[in-house]
């Protein structure tokens, strides 16, 4: 029997190996895909949950003032919440699905099988992607139909975007794996997830003008990714006149750059070092 499994083994091995290690992630990236829109709560939290945010916040800050003349806070606040969107389409997402899939022993399931161990972790990377765009579009259309917000003006506030996504994501993508080895079980990681993220909101400059929140509560914004996205794309979708009201009195994208580019790395380091396949229970 144990030879009989062990030629089983090898076999499952070889085939596994015949085929592309880009085969084999497109295939991860689809079955995540498949997996993440079966789950109607999952869509719902993710692409619809920010939006439904977005009317109503925006309707209701509509009357507010504008933050300099001819920009009404509304379009301060559409920016914020795109922030938002791909951090809960990244950060929150993983580290609540992950925590989930770990309790249920999918990980340990699939560490089991011949799949090589980075090709999991490129599935989650393409999914959110994915996710984080279907997110974007309509949240970018019902600003411009509905708040009148301008797409960015030029190439160069079109790159800060591009920019600001990419390294935002990313950052955001590579904490939410790491940050779901902390929760005990599948159960608690919403309940730990969800308020810092909420948290994060509203000091990061997303529900109210950054520059407006207290001293000791912008610091603590500062530390994390995303006060930076928020703030990059303030730069991307507002006019430069708005400059004046960043704490600094200026858009400082050199320093967004480096700080998402620090939290990669910090999100990087912290996955290698924390990430478990197995749940507690099981050692």
């Not at 596994?16 to 999952?42: G, T």
């Not at 938002?84 to 699905?97: C, E, G, P, V």
């Not at 190439?155 to 996504?165: D, G, N, Q, R, T």
Request: charged fraction near 15%; glycine fraction near 8%; proline fraction near 5%.
């Amino acid at each position: 029997m144990s030879d009989t499994r062990t030629e089983t083994a090898r076999e499952a091995a070889g085939e596994m190996a015949s085929v592309s290690y880009l085969a084999i992630c497109w295939a991860r990236i689809l079955a995540e895909l498949k997996s993440f829109f079966r789950q109607r709560e999952s869509v719902v939290f993710t692409i619809a949950f920010p939006l439904i945010l977005l009317v109503l916040f925006g309707s209701i800050f509509g009357s507010q003032d504008e933050i300099v003349p001819g920009t009404p806070f509304v379009n301060y606040f559409v920016a914020g919440m795109l922030g938002a969107s791909l951090m809960t389409s990244s950060f929150q997402n993983l580290a609540i699905t992950i925590a989930m899939e770990r309790d249920a022993g999918l990980l340990k399931r699939l560490r089991g099988t011949p799949m090589p161990k980075s090709a999991f972790f490129v599935g989650k990377v393409g999914v959110v992607m994915v996710v984080s765009l279907c997110s974007l579009a309509p949240m970018l259309a019902f600003g411009v139909l509905f708040f009148d917000l301008e797409l960015p003006v030029d190439a160069k506030h079109w790159a800060v975007f591009a920019m600001i996504y990419v390294l935002g994501v990313t950052a955001c993508t590579m904490c939410g794996i790491a940050f779901s080895s902390i929760p005990k079980n599948g159960q608690s990681a919403p309940a730990l997830v969800s308020p810092i993220a909420i948290v994060l909101q509203f000091i990061s400059g997303v529900f109210f003008v950054y520059s407006d929140v207290p001293s000791w509560l912008q610091r603590v914004g500062a530390i994390f990714p995303l006060k930076w996205m928020c703030q990059g794309l303030r730069y991307a979708f507002l006019p430069d006149e708005a400059k004046t009201r960043e704490v600094t009195g200026d858009w400082e994208l050199d320093r967004i750059a480096l700080v998402l580019g620090i939290w990669i790395v910090v999100g990087l380091v912290w996955c290698l070092r924390s990430f478990r396949w197995r749940n507690r229970a099981d050692g």
